[in-house]
């Protein structure tokens, strides 16, 4: 069993930052994959980043790429996504989870959900 809570969202400013992070609690966190989704009104819920606990290379989404980092503090259990050079487009509720699978990109490859934090980007 593992418990995400999401923190860091907000109202950012286009061109700017934010920095949301992912608090994981439970015995085998080390064991899962942990992802960024973010699900704007009206559309899917889209892959964003992952990031093995275990380690390996990140996984980004073509979207975000370059403008966005995933990140893990061991120490703490969190799981930080740092946005840089943000857009309006960003706009959506962004979602922590973690999957058992090795590489997953799809929200049905993931079986633990946080309740979601909600960023806003104006122009």
């Known amino acids: 069993q593992v418990q995400l809570v999401e923190s860091g969202g907000g109202l950012g400013q286009a061109g700017g930052s934010l920095r949301l992070s992912c608090a994981a609690s439970?015995?085998?966190?080390?064991?899962?994959?942990v992802g960024w989704f973010r699900q704007a009104p009206g559309k899917e819920r889209e892959f964003v980043a992952a990031?093995?606990?275990?380690?390996?290379?990140?996984n980004y989404a073509d979207s975000v790429k370059g403008r966005v980092t995933i990140s893990k503090d061991n120490a703490k259990n969190t799981v930080r996504l740092q946005m840089n050079s943000l857009n309006t487009e960003d706009t959506a509720v962004y979602y922590c989870?973690?999957?058992?699978?090795?590489?997953?990109?799809?929200?049905?490859?993931?079986?633990?959900w946080g309740q979601g934090t909600q960023v806003t980007v104006s122009s």
């Open positions: 989870a973690a999957s058992e699978e090795t590489t997953p990109r799809e929200p049905d490859e993931y079986h633990y």
């Open positions: 439970g015995r085998t966190v080390w064991r899962y994959t």
């Open positions: 990031f093995s606990w275990s380690g390996g290379s990140p």
